[in-house]
């Protein structure tokens, strides 16, 4: 979650708002991109910073781009554009995600492995380690990293399991040099 106390409010108004439309789930998945888009597309965040461009051309360009996005995300996207908030949007997006987790005890978690993994598997992962962290299930994304030799490492917030032979070769060997 970030530390952005901006962010914080206008992702709980964004919720709220879902909450009371019955609209929580479609608007998770579509804040999701939004997300993916503000803390990865440099020259968006570029554009939006100009002071010589005009906030009703901003304002243009992102409607445009948010063509298929739910009105109240695409009203909460303009407002904080309106009031110079552009650098807090993948922040409050973020916070949104988190929110919609804890009303629906999901949490996030990466899976590292050596090959994509099954839909079996991913239920499996998700029950047992759901139940570790205190959730009811997991949304899993799938990494595919070599490195890691076999095995798996899974990260849920700040918390690691690494079940990996890499993993359990770097332990082996910090026993032997200690």
């Known amino acids: 979650m970030s530390n952005s106390i901006v962010a914080k409010r ?11 439309k019955n609209v929580l789930d479609a608007m998770a998945e579509e804040i999701r ?9 440099e020259e968006l965040n570029a554009f939006l910073k100009q002071p010589k461009i005009t906030l009703q051309q901003k304002q243009q360009v992102l409607s445009d781009a948010l063509a298929g996005i739910s009105e109240y995300i695409t009203n909460t996207i303009m407002l904080m554009i309106e009031r110079h908030r552009t650098d807090e949007i993948a922040h409050m997006a973020e916070d949104f995600v988190e929110l919609c987790n804890e009303d629906k005890s999901v949490a996030e ?16 992962i998700s029950s047992v380690f759901a139940a570790k ?14 490195d890691i030799i076999g095995g798996m490492k899974l990260r849920i917030g700040n918390r690691i399991f690494d079940g990996s032979v890499s993993g359990k070769l770097n332990r082996l ?6």
């Open 10 to 20: 206008y992702a709980v108004a964004l919720f709220e708002i879902a909450k009371e």
């Open 33 to 41: 991109v939004v997300k993916e888009v503000f803390s990865s597309n």
């Open 109 to 124: 978690a990466t899976v590292y492995t050596t090959r994509p993994i099954t839909e079996a598997e991913r239920e499996a």
């Open 133 to 146: 962290v205190g959730k009811k299930t997991l949304r899993i994304e799938n990494i595919v990293d070599r």
């Open 173 to 178: 060997e910090r026993q032997l040099l200690s």
